[in-house]
């Protein structure tokens, strides 16, 4: 349908318009009108999505090429960088926009590291395998035994701690009855039988040194000997070693223990053992808890009562030696025999 020129007026604004006669059929114009304010709506929302996603999103930079062979991305995120990438950013942005992880410190030993955590050059063990036993301490070597210390100190604080309280003294730590060892704060029995054996372990080796030696021109071994077995009881005890016409080492035997100040001793039961093993002479030894070698006149006149029932069988007594911590009196070396 085809119409003539008219002329209408706008509502809002009163503008007039004409429509020609011959412009274009109604429902023609109409399509044009419906298809241009889709396409300038379809626009409108496509910048509008542009405009939301820039505001959302930001441009991944390009990836800049490091010294290294790497590559740095502002976005990216690390805990560390390789010192010759710190270099290549300081230069590229500046200096002090990067902070630079501080160097780590090493670790500050104390007693309550674990043995683990030490250097492995510190450690007992591998020092031992590197320089010899001799070069360790007594903690050390004790820590080595010890193998773990308790929670919050070390294998060595606990073996040093062990030796404080037993005075400093390694000897009377290692011959404590393995019961009195586990009153002491970090043993158990798993580590007072450990040192127990190695005692007994020591004391066997002096025993097959006495064996092959002939003792009366060998004190020293005797002295080994008794200082391993009596040293640190914490009573007395009597110990008799038998030894064949040529001096040497028959067996040593405990025949007596008593209490702090004393241990009875019967004559006859030495006379017995000593005929039971056809002894041609004796070593007497024991001990003395209080720490003082020096003989009592108990001992003096018991020294003399042994000799004399022992001379009756024609066994010799070669000598009577007290020990008390580190200490030794030789009856024969003072000529109280």
Same mark, same amino acid.
Do not use: C
């Given at each position: 349908?085809?119409?003539?020129?008219? #002329?209408?007026?706008?509502?809002?604004?009163?503008?007039?318009?004409?429509?020609?006669?011959?412009?274009?059929?109604?429902?023609?114009?109409?399509?044009?009108? %419906?298809?241009?304010?889709?396409?300038?709506?379809? @626009?409108?929302?496509?910048? @509008?999505?542009?405009?939301?996603?820039?505001?959302?999103?930001?441009?991944?930079?390009?990836?800049?090429?490091?010294?290294?062979?790497?590559?740095?991305?502002?976005?990216?995120?690390?805990?560390?960088?390789?010192?010759?990438?710190?270099?290549?950013?300081?230069?590229?942005?500046?200096?002090?926009?990067?902070?630079?992880? &501080?160097?780590?410190?090493?670790?500050?030993?104390?007693?309550?590291?674990?043995?683990?955590?030490?250097?492995?050059?510190?450690?007992?063990?591998?020092?031992?395998?590197?320089?010899?036993?001799? &070069?360790?301490?007594?903690?050390?070597?004790?820590?080595?035994?010890?193998?773990?210390?308790?929670?919050?100190?070390? &294998?060595? @604080?606990?073996?040093?701690?062990?030796?404080?309280?037993?005075?400093?003294?390694?000897?009377?730590?290692?011959?404590?009855?393995? +019961?009195?060892?586990?009153?002491?704060?970090?043993?158990?029995?798993?580590?007072?039988?450990?040192?127990?054996?190695?005692? +007994?372990?020591?004391?066997?080796?002096?025993?097959?040194?006495? +064996?092959?030696?002939?003792?009366?021109?060998?004190?020293?071994?005797?002295?080994?000997?008794?200082?391993?077995?009596?040293?640190?009881?914490?009573? #007395?005890?009597?110990?008799?070693?038998?030894?064949?016409?040529?001096?040497?080492?028959?067996?040593?035997?405990?025949?007596? %223990?008593?209490?702090?100040?004393?241990?009875?001793?019967?004559?006859?039961?030495?006379?017995?053992? &000593?005929?039971?093993?056809?002894? %041609?002479?004796?070593?007497?030894?024991?001990?003395?808890?209080?720490?003082?070698?020096?003989?009592?006149?108990?001992?003096?006149?018991?020294?003399?009562?042994?000799?004399? @029932?022992?001379?009756?069988?024609?066994?010799?007594?070669?000598?009577?030696?007290?020990?008390?911590?580190?200490?030794?009196?030789?009856?024969?070396?003072?000529?109280?025999?």
């Amino acid at each position: 349908m085809w119409h003539g020129v008219r #002329e209408d007026v706008l509502p809002a604004s009163g503008t007039r318009y004409a429509a020609h006669r011959h412009a274009v059929p109604q429902h023609a114009s109409l399509r044009h009108a %419906a298809t241009q304010h889709a396409s300038t709506q379809h @626009a409108s929302t496509q910048h @509008a999505s542009t405009q939301h996603a820039a505001t959302r999103q930001h441009p991944a930079p390009n990836p800049e090429r490091l010294p290294n062979g790497g590559t740095f991305r502002p976005g990216a995120r690390s805990n560390r960088l390789p010192e010759p990438s710190l270099a290549f950013i300081r230069r590229a942005i500046g200096p002090g926009s990067v902070e630079v992880p &501080a160097t780590p410190q090493p670790l500050q030993l104390t007693d309550t590291s674990p043995l683990r955590h030490w250097p492995e050059r510190e450690r007992p063990r591998e020092r031992l395998l590197r320089h010899g036993a001799a &070069a360790l301490s007594d903690a050390e070597l004790l820590a080595i035994l010890l193998r773990t210390g308790n929670r919050g100190q070390s &294998a060595v @604080a606990l073996a040093k701690q062990l030796l404080a309280d037993s005075g400093t003294s390694l000897s009377r730590l290692l011959t404590t009855e393995p +019961e009195q060892l586990m009153r002491m704060d970090g043993l158990g029995p798993a580590r007072a039988t450990t040192l127990a054996v190695v005692v +007994e372990l020591a004391r066997r080796v002096l025993v097959e040194k006495m +064996e092959d030696s002939i003792l009366i021109n060998s004190p020293e071994i005797v002295k080994e000997y008794l200082g391993i077995t009596l040293r640190g009881l914490a009573r #007395e005890v009597f110990v008799v070693i038998f030894l064949n016409a040529q001096h040497r080492l028959i067996r040593a035997d405990q025949l007596f %223990a008593g209490t702090l100040a004393q241990t009875p001793v019967f004559p006859r039961e030495v006379v017995k053992r &000593a005929l039971e093993l056809n002894a %041609a002479a004796v070593i007497l030894a024991h001990n003395h808890p209080s720490g003082l070698p020096t003989p009592s006149e108990a001992d003096r006149i018991l020294t003399r009562t042994l000799q004399t @029932a022992l001379g009756h069988v024609d066994v010799r007594v070669l000598d009577h030696i007290i020990v008390a911590g580190g200490q030794h009196h030789s009856f024969s070396v003072h000529g109280e025999l």
